[in-house]
């Protein structure tokens, strides 16, 4: 625990946000487009490296949780 919060106090430091939101994007767009984002990461050949296998629909709760900053609990 006392990595986790040296991490975020470094990023508070430099100011890095912790969530998409943060970062300044919009809700709206965010939730128009998770979607179709979600798919195309899925597809990337990066993704593929992962050790472990992800779905669409995974990885649109994981952007999601990143974008609100909501713990990743699957």
Do not use: H, W
């Not at 946000?17 to 300044?24: H, L, S, V």
């Not at 990337?44 to 609990?73: H, W």
């Amino acid at each position: 625990l006392g990595d986790v919060y040296k991490r975020q106090e470094f990023n508070r430091v430099l100011g890095i946000p912790k969530t998409i939101q943060e970062f300044g994007v919009n809700e709206d767009e965010f939730k128009e487009k998770v979607a179709t984002i979600a798919v195309l990461a899925v597809g990337d050949a990066c993704t593929g490296s992962n050790p472990r296998a992800i779905t669409p629909e995974q990885m649109e709760k994981l952007f999601n949780c990143t974008f609100y900053g909501t713990e990743v609990d699957f």
